[in-house]
């Protein structure tokens, strides 16, 4: 069975601390891992995708890496206004994206 | 350019009564969906659509229809609301997802719509 699976649930850090946040999953046929950041009453924003095992992207304080079964988001000396909800999915067989439950993610100045 | 729009974005139903709610894409994306977000249960596939006049079903399609008459447009239409429909209802459009990897393959999301059964 295809399954994401986002840890941790919720994160906490101060401003300027260094986190990561996990996406492991088990699929078969996997054509994309994507992550996206979504706020409170919004829809997900695209972050980046990532297509197969040792690629790297990078976006400001973000970057994502990817292996063969798992993915993380690096978030490094994070601001308040990264705090959102960290969402990861997966393409499977070209129509179907499954995704994780995400990571509630606080940045306290 | 106004991306994915979806309306409405609130609606409070009665048990049993029946509505639809309307996604439109400006992009020209051939594939569309629907998906509900439940707190602690990510985003669920519900219907999806690789072009007009072709859907599919994703992981919870049961109590919802769908249909596809044109590229823009991918309504989701509720029979017979139960309060297990309460959610945010989100619709996403991306670039077609059939043949090889390639750039533009990820899907852009609407604002949502938040649905009250009661």
């Known amino acids: 069975e295809d399954q994401v699976t986002q840890s941790p649930e919720a994160l906490r850090l101060q401003e300027g601390e260094s986190s990561s946040l996990n996406c492991s999953y088990t699929v078969s046929g996997l054509r994309g891992l994507f992550w996206y950041r979504q706020d409170p009453g919004k829809g997900p924003e695209f972050l980046f995708t990532?297509?197969?095992a040792g690629e790297e992207k990078e976006k400001e304080r973000l970057k994502a890496t990817l292996t063969k079964k798992e993915s993380f988001l690096h978030i490094t000396a994070p601001k308040p206004e990264d705090s959102a909800t960290y969402l990861c999915?997966?393409?499977?067989?070209?129509?179907?994206?499954?995704f994780g439950s995400g990571t509630k993610l606080n940045v306290k100045p | 350019n106004a991306g994915v729009t979806q309306t409405p974005k609130f609606q409070v139903l009665k048990t049993g009564q029946s509505m639809t709610l309307q996604c439109a894409q400006d992009?020209?994306?051939?594939?569309m969906s629907w998906y509900r977000q439940d707190p602690g249960m990510g985003l669920r596939l519900i219907h999806y659509s690789v072009g007009a006049g072709i859907t599919d079903q994703g992981e919870v399609p049961n109590g919802y229809n769908v249909s596809r008459s044109t590229t823009e447009d991918f309504p989701l239409r509720l029979l017979s609301a139960a309060p297990s429909q309460t959610s945010v209802y989100f619709c996403?459009?991306?670039?077609?997802?059939?043949?090889?990897?390639?750039?533009?393959?990820?899907?852009?999301f609407g604002e949502g719509s938040w649905l009250t059964v009661v």
């Open positions: 992009m020209n994306h051939e594939y």
């Open positions: 990532l297509y197969s």
């Open positions: 999915a997966v393409r499977v067989n070209f129509n179907k994206f499954y």
């Open positions: 996403a459009s991306s670039y077609g997802l059939g043949g090889g990897v390639s750039s533009g393959n990820t899907i852009y």
